[in-house]
């Protein structure tokens, strides 16, 4: 990673540990970064959603919304990361009707090829199909991570875990930002509250710009222009405070926002198997 002059003044203190150092904030991504592009897969079947729960303040009583469920290919090089993974096909009504392998495949894309799955969190409709990737490093919250490998997770599913918790397959936790190829077009960015570990990523393309996507920061437009705190997060304040970096980072890198719940924001990527680059 290129360190600015700023980010080796910070790195030069003291009071800086190295691993502060290790996390600094992206640069704007250089004029000849490598290509970058980002496709949108369909990862479960869209419903109709009674949103009540979504709002700790009674906000959203009798509110029906459309979820969709919203995976990533991020294509960097000749690398593949993976953002979230949907529903597993066992998920009932709410499964995709094309699995991600098999989504892959139309584009000419291979399971091993995926190097990185990053996800947002770890509730079953982000990581159902995760086990399909097995060669891949899985990039996950620590918070999030504790809560997989506990004695009595709460909210995610282990078993869509296995073979990071067997220990086969390799884990790296993400505590803070990550600048996932090194170069501040991908990066990972932390946005606890909705879980411990919650994160949202950053997307630099050449062509379309930035594009910053939510994971479950938050789940459509009305909570997201609002601040409404959905009541079964596990942090009002951290949800607060990461929805108030994640609109400054916007409206600073004037990007293009996609909440990936919500069937509004699909048409802001072009439809698969189309790339925005
Ligand atoms: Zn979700």
């Known amino acids: ?24 904030p992206a640069a704007p991504a250089p004029a000849d970064a490598v290509e970058v592009s980002l496709t949108r897969l369909e990862c479960g079947t869209g419903i109709t959603n009674d949103v009540g729960r979504f709002s700790d303040t009674f906000a959203m009583q009798g509110v029906k919304i459309p979820f969709v469920f919203s995976c990533y290919l991020i294509k960097h090089g000749n690398e593949y990361m993976l953002w979230d993974t949907g529903h597993a096909l066992t998920a009932g009504a709410v499964a ?19 190097k990185f799955v990053g996800i947002s969190h770890y509730h079953a409709d982000h990581t159902g199909q995760m086990a399909s990737f097995p060669q891949a490093t899985l990039l996950i919250g620590p918070g999030d991570w504790a809560n997989v490998t506990s004695a009595k997770p709460v909210g995610a599913n282990p078993a869509f875990f296995a073979p990071w918790i067997s220990g086969g397959s390799k884990l790296e936790t993400v505590p803070l930002d990550k600048d996932v190829f090194g170069d501040g077009t991908v990066v990972m960015l932390t946005t606890p509250g909705h879980t411990p570990g919650h994160h949202s990523v950053l997307v630099r393309l050449k062509e379309k710009g930035n594009v910053l996507i939510t994971g479950d920061l938050s789940h459509f437009h009305e909570n997201y222009e609002s601040n409404g705190v959905p009541s079964f997060n ?19 890198l004037k990007a293009t926002v996609i909440l990936q719940h919500d069937a509004r924001d699909v048409g802001k990527l072009p439809v698969f198997p189309a790339a925005a680059k």
């Open 234 to 252: 596990t942090s009002r304040a951290e949800t607060l405070a990461s929805l108030d970096r994640f609109k400054k980072l916007a409206a600073q």
């Open 1 to 24: 990673m290129k360190l600015t002059p700023f980010s080796w003044a910070l790195c030069a203190s003291a009071v800086i540990s190295l691993s502060a150092c290790a996390q600094t």
């Open 96 to 114: 995709p009707k094309v699995s991600l392998v098999d989504l892959l495949a139309q584009v000419q894309i291979k399971p091993e090829q995926i």
